[in-house]
């Protein structure tokens, strides 16, 4: 609407160069009254569809907005596991390249109280369904201020500050070894969700099919789930920041908790934990319990961050006990990691309601007469994984990672990680200790 006013301007003041000052001040509010009256009748059309870009590319109509993204995650990596190979005589791939994540979303509102969103993945040359749910939302305002947001359909269970920190927005190119063995992800169900003092504190309640990669050998990738199989579960996580400068968006303090307890299961059923040594392309899981029997399992997690201007700290705690089935025993396994960072051109890591977001450089790569370098982040981070407990013998790992993030623009990233890793097993196990070094370099693009 801006633009035609001032075009219209424009126009009056050529006009009021040859015309009298009254007639030209008469013609240039007559003007301006018509070019305004266009131009919000042209917004208040329902058949009128605006696009823009902000950071991805946007739409806006009378009663609905929405967003059309994708990731491309193109993997490089070189592994040296000798152990592994000398141990059992199997090849392991000492370099590889992999489409990490090749992902589709549309997502957006309609009217004031409907949201929604669909993922696709292509990557591994399948097509796997993300996210696809419909989530009700500012019911507060016709309800009262205390009734929640409702989400219903496949989505990530809330647990965990990394876990629900997207992947285009994680410091590291692969998740915690901790978080990849506890975490629920993604489950079909439907979730109670709210957020307080404008993003300082919140809350996420759940129930949902226990249908996830961790909790079921038998897991479907499509999302459908076997409730009589594989029973059902409470996901739930609060959080809260108790130190939030207002002025200051570089100043935070998290602090979270999660629990999930899984229930329900059949005499069939089986649970497991187990993870790779941070690094995905890798053709087997160091730590894995394999399959247990078990009646029901509690996860319960506790969640730090701090970012303070460039700085950053992050830690993460999640163990897991395991009720066995008649005449077997119960288990429970644990772990934790600890992370840090600092942006060397001065950016902070951006906190929003409850997880971290997008990073938007001080300046973009080559801007400023190609003299701009970008974001430049430094991290480093330590991850221990206990899997042992009575005859479960799963064992311990344990890896030292460090990075180096390169943000060429708020949309595209490169990242480089160095990863040492230790597994520590019974010598009853084939493969006994295992130490594992890998470099892995990523190339990032999402809108």
């Given at each position: 609407?801006?633009?035609?006013?001032?075009?219209?301007?424009?126009?009056?003041?050529?006009?009021?160069?040859?015309?009298?000052?009254?007639?030209?001040?008469?013609?240039?509010?007559?003007?301006?009254?018509?070019?305004?009256?266009?131009?919000?009748?042209?917004?208040?059309?329902?058949?009128?569809?605006?696009?823009?870009?902000?950071?991805?590319?946007?739409?806006?109509?009378?009663?609905?907005?929405?967003?059309?993204?994708?990731?491309?995650?193109?993997?490089?990596?070189?592994?040296?596991?000798?152990?592994?190979?000398?141990?059992?005589?199997?090849?392991?791939?000492?370099?590889?390249?992999?489409?990490?994540?090749?992902?589709?979303?549309?997502?957006?509102?309609?009217?004031?109280?409907?949201?929604?969103?669909?993922?696709?993945?292509?990557?591994?040359?399948?097509?796997?369904?993300?996210?696809?749910?419909?989530?009700?939302?500012?019911?507060?305002?016709?309800?009262?201020?205390?009734?929640?947001?409702?989400?219903?359909?496949?989505?990530?269970?809330?647990?965990?500050?990394?876990?629900?920190?997207?992947?285009?927005?994680?410091?590291?190119?692969?998740?915690?070894?901790?978080?990849?063995?506890?975490?629920?992800?993604?489950?079909?169900?439907?979730?109670?969700?709210?957020?307080?003092?404008?993003?300082?504190?919140?809350?996420?309640?759940?129930?949902?099919?226990?249908?996830?990669?961790?909790?079921?050998?038998?897991?479907?990738?499509?999302?459908?789930?076997d409730l009589e199989t594989h029973g059902w579960g409470v996901t739930g996580r609060y959080w809260w920041a108790p130190w939030f400068d207002c002025n200051c968006a570089c100043k935070r303090l998290h602090v979270g908790v999660s629990l999930s307890y899984r229930t329900d299961f059949d005499s069939t059923a089986r649970v497991r934990f187990r993870s790779r040594p941070g690094i995905h392309e890798f053709s087997h899981r160091p730590a894995n319990t394999g399959a247990l029997a078990a009646e029901d399992v509690l996860l319960y997690g506790a969640e730090l961050a701090w970012v303070y201007g460039p700085w950053s700290i992050q830690a993460e705690y999640i163990g897991a006990e395991v009720s066995g089935q008649t005449g077997t025993e119960d288990a429970s396994f644990w772990g934790w990691y600890a992370q840090a960072s600092y942006w060397l051109t001065g950016e902070c890591r951006n906190y929003q309601k409850g997880a971290f977001k997008r990073v938007k450089p001080c300046c973009d790569w080559l801007d400023n007469d190609c003299c701009c370098k970008g974001a430049w982040e430094v991290a480093a981070r330590y991850n221990f994984l206990d899997l042992d407990d009575g005859a479960v013998q799963g064992g311990e790992m344990s890896t030292i990672e460090v990075g180096l993030n390169w943000h060429l623009n708020p949309n595209t990233r490169i990242m480089w990680n160095f990863v040492f890793t230790n597994v520590d097993r019974p010598s009853t196990i084939r493969t006994g200790d295992e130490d594992i070094t890998a470099f892995v370099t990523r190339f990032q693009v999402d809108f």
């Open positions: 609407m801006h633009k035609f006013v001032i075009a219209s301007l424009a126009l009056a003041v050529t006009f009021a160069a040859v015309a009298t000052p009254a007639q030209a001040d008469e013609d240039l509010r007559a003007i301006v009254r018509e070019e305004i009256a266009k131009a919000q009748t042209q917004e208040d059309d329902p058949k009128t569809l605006k696009a823009y870009w902000d950071k991805g590319l946007k739409f806006k109509g009378k009663n609905w907005k929405g967003q059309i993204g994708g990731r491309l995650m193109l993997d490089v990596g070189f592994i040296d596991d000798k152990d592994y190979v000398a141990a059992t005589g199997e090849a392991n791939s000492p370099s590889y390249v992999e489409f990490r994540r090749l992902r589709l979303f549309t997502k957006g509102q309609i009217g004031k109280h409907v949201a929604y969103k669909v993922q696709i993945d292509f990557a591994g040359n399948s097509v796997v369904i993300k996210d696809a749910y419909i989530d009700l939302v500012n019911l507060r305002d016709c309800y009262g201020c205390g009734f929640p947001n409702i989400k219903i359909g496949q989505f990530k269970e809330p647990f965990g500050l990394e876990e629900l920190t997207s992947s285009k927005y994680i410091t590291f190119i692969e998740r915690s070894i901790v978080t990849n063995a506890f975490a629920p992800s993604r489950s079909t169900g439907i979730q109670a969700h709210d957020v307080w003092r404008g993003g300082q504190m919140g809350y996420q309640l759940g129930v949902f099919a226990n249908e996830t990669a961790n909790l079921s050998t038998s897991h479907n990738s499509s999302g459908d789930a």
